[in-house]
């Protein structure tokens, strides 16, 4: 059974950082590409970054976020994590983790709530 359990969400002033962590089981993790999504209420999901299975490859972020936030991943852990730097208000959603095949197929976790208010 695949499990995408993300971890790390929470209340956070603007300005303030926070690290999401996704940890995955049930699948090959290394062979995945992995994504961090966000879903905010009467809004369209969007893709917040993406880290291809090929180490080589730079990430890829969405224009909301260039700059301030920065995906990684531990292939060893099975885990990719969000740093999210200088948070704002626009940035609450819920973060959802995504891992892709192109064979295998896609998976999502169940996302964690991260609200960014004064």
């Known amino acids: 059974q695949v499990q995408l359990v993300e971890s790390g969400g929470g209340l956070v002033q603007p300005g303030e950082s926070l690290r999401l962590s996704c940890t995955a089981s049930?699948?090959?993790?290394?062979?995945?590409?992995m994504a961090w999504y966000r879903q905010a209420p009467g809004k369209e999901r969007e893709l917040v970054a993406s880290?291809?299975?090929?180490?080589?490859?730079?990430?890829v972020y969405g224009e909301a976020v260039k700059g301030r936030f920065t995906i990684s991943r531990d292939d060893t852990k099975s885990t990719v994590y969000l740093q999210m730097n200088d948070l704002k208000p626009e940035d609450t959603a819920v973060y959802l983790c995504?891992?892709?095949?192109?064979?295998?197929?896609?998976?999502w976790g169940q996302g964690t709530q991260v609200t960014v208010s004064s």
């Open positions: 880290k291809n299975k090929n180490r080589f490859l730079s990430a």
């Open positions: 995504n891992a892709r095949h192109s064979s295998r197929g896609e998976f």
């Open positions: 049930g699948i090959t993790f290394s062979v995945y590409s």
